[in-house]
């Protein structure tokens, strides 16, 4: 089998792992298997080399296409090929970086030690300098963690659920405690305590509606890893059932729900929320119709804000203001009181959702406009 057929199964096998925000058609306009076209927080979109080392694997995790117990075609790139092959990629302008993953073949460290081999090749022996997020495995050994951050822009471990319990439904190879929050913990303290990663971010992904999981209990795990470590964010990927699994006839998730989580999560990481602050219905999940943060602007009696006073605490609570603009709002101020909603306008304040909730010197806005 040629590498670039090999490349086509595994980047196939390696379909579940995220890298961006929202939900798109992934497909590469160049007729190459292993371009993934990530899309930023800002929505700039970054060509990828997405694949994985093998998709050998000895977990049984039962949403996975990859699990031990699913017959299909098993193989694996050795880290030359791979390496190789990215750079013919890379060379030719078609991607900007490399997002390597793999499948636990024999056991844990084996598989660090391929990947770590594959990207040292990549930046030792055959000079490239560009960005490289690597998966951390659960599992992995601190050594092998260290010497995977050394070479990385990014790593990430996918913690997969927010709790023990939820991902004993899911596996019962992998210990949440022990494989997995352990080692994001030590990737935290690594990177925090060493001046050897100076530009590295770690991140993480959840895989949502493969478990009995709400959505609160997914927010208050992703509260306590913002609230304890530098984690940048975290990722999540809408369950799909997959054919020969055990969850094969299991509804998929929602991508409306994942887009919501995506918005209540970047409340609490982005905007500093509390998680009390969050709405959730009575089976303690986000609404799929409203926005969560016009929803717990509707819960607070702050508002209205004044814009040329309020701390900004109370001006990113606002709908439609967000933390850049709410820090361009504080600047101008100092200087130039604001008078009308146009000069917020021009900030990139949302003002058709802000005006309800602010006055400007001492009016609202939005009873302006019927004097006008
Ligand atoms: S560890 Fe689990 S999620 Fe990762 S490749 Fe193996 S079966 Fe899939």
Known sequence: MSTLEKIKILNDSAQYDLCDYVNHNKSSQVNLPGIYHAIGHNGCKIPLFKTLLTNKCKNDCKYCINQSRRNFQRLELSPDELAKAFLKYYNQGLVNGL??????????????????????????????????????????????????????????????????????????????????????????SLHRKSTTYPNLT????????????????????????YNKTKLKRAYFSAFTPIRETEL???????????????????????????LD????????????????????????DIFPVEINTAPFVELIRVPGIGVKSARKIISIRKNIPFTNKNELKKLGVVVDRAEKYIKIAGAFQSQLDNFN
């Open 99 to 188: 997002f390597l993953s793999s499948g636990i073949d024999k056991d844990e460290d084996t598989t660090m030690e391929k990947t770590i081999e594959t990207i040292r090749l990549l930046r030792q022996d055959y000079g490239y300098d560009d960005y490289i997020h690597l998966k951390i495995v659960p599992g992995a050994s601190k050594d092998s963690i260290k010497r995977a951050m050394a070479l990385s822009n990014r790593v990430s471990i996918n913690i997969e659920s927010a709790t023990a319990s939820g991902l004993e439904e899911l596996s019962s190879t992998k210990d949440y405690n022990k494989d997995i929050l352990k080692r994001l913990h030590w990737i935290d």
């Open 277 to 300: 602050e969050i709405i959730f219905d009575e089976n303690n999940q986000l609404s799929l119709s409203e926005d969560p943060k016009i929803l717990a602007a509707k819960n607070m």
């Open 248 to 274: 094969e006839s299991k509804t998929p998730c929602s991508t409306n729900r994942t887009t919501k989580l995506y918005n209540a999560d970047s409340l609490l990481n982005d905007y500093h929320f509390k």
């Open 202 to 225: 770690h991140t993480t992904q959840l895989i949502i509606g493969a478990n009995s999981e709400s959505d609160m209990e997914i927010l208050q795990r992703m509260e306590k890893i």
